[in-house]
């Protein structure tokens, strides 16, 4: 027997057929591709955008941190200068740091410093003083006070010029509206003092003088010999030497004015030293 055969026209619309069947195509993404998608952006978008903020926070910081230095750098130099300036007499050092309490703390936040004196052999009058303290009407702002025309005296020196009656002066001139005033920086630290609803600027003076009072007191009464006083680098004479008044500063700056003013803790505060020095002659007379 012979083998069915397809007849040729079944053959070619097979064919036909088997041509004639797309092959599938797909159009576009599902929908969890996308989502995929979008939730990759969104973490690349978030990762670059904390990147940019956390560059430009650190460039602020940096300037910020930088014009508060400047500032630190001012106000040191200036104090020095000052202080390298002041005039004196065997007894009258010609620079004195001020204490003030506020409720049980005692801060020394006040330097006086004896300039061009009308009267060069003493007492010092107030109008050729400087003081430089934090300014009473807004303690985040470090002032220069003068007051031309005050005839009144201080003695400028520790122990004289924190007496009730020198500290009366000050207190008056520090808050008159006749003296003059200039900024040093308006970046002075100035919280709330523990304890009370006050705030004071934050700045420290510590001044301790070379031969000490002690020793000179101790050379009146004859305890010690001229020699045997702790001379800075051994500048004395037979008949006079050389006193000299050290100064230590520091002080407490935010990084901007406005956070000086609000003081809520958000920037921490940077504290800068400094330190100066005056030397005056002493008698060996003199106590």
């Known amino acids: ?137 807004d303690p985040t702002q470090l002032v220069e006070i003068t007051a031309p025309g005050d005839t009144r005296t201080l003695t400028v020196t520790d122990a004289a010029i924190n007496q009730p009656s020198q500290k009366a002066v000050i207190d008056d001139v520090k808050t008159s509206p006749t003296s003059q005033k200039t900024v040093l920086t308006d970046r002075l630290r100035a919280p709330v003092v523990s304890g009370t609803n006050v705030r004071r600027g934050a700045i420290h003076f510590v001044s301790e003088e070379r031969p000490t009072d002690s020793e000179i007191d101790d050379y009146n009464n004859g305890l010690i010999a001229w020699s045997d006083m702790s001379w800075p680098r051994d500048r004395y004479g037979t008949q006079t030497g050389l006193r000299q008044y050290r100064l230590r500063i520091e002080l407490q700056l935010m990084p901007t004015a406005d956070d000086a003013k609000d003081d809520t803790n958000t920037h921490r505060a940077t504290g800068y030293f400094g330190s100066a020095s005056h030397g005056y002659r002493i008698d060996r007379t003199a106590g």
């Open 1 to 137: 027997m012979c083998p069915l055969r397809a007849s040729s026209g079944l053959s070619r619309q097979l064919a036909t057929v088997a041509v004639a069947r797309p092959a599938a195509t797909r159009s576009g993404l599902s929908l969890v591709e996308l989502l995929v998608a979008m939730a990759t952006l969104a973490i690349i978008a978030a990762t670059l955008a904390g990147l940019a903020n956390g560059a430009h926070q650190s460039w602020t910081y940096t300037q910020q941190q930088g014009t508060s230095t400047q500032h630190a750098r001012v106000v040191l130099h200036r104090i020095a200068e000052t202080v390298a300036a002041a005039a004196s007499t065997p007894t009258i050092s010609g620079v004195a740091v001020v204490y003030e309490d506020v409720g049980s703390w005692r801060f020394y936040n006040t330097l006086v410093v004896w300039l061009t004196p009308t009267n060069p052999d003493g007492p010092p009058l107030v109008q050729d003083c400087v003081i430089i303290c934090p300014d009473p009407a």
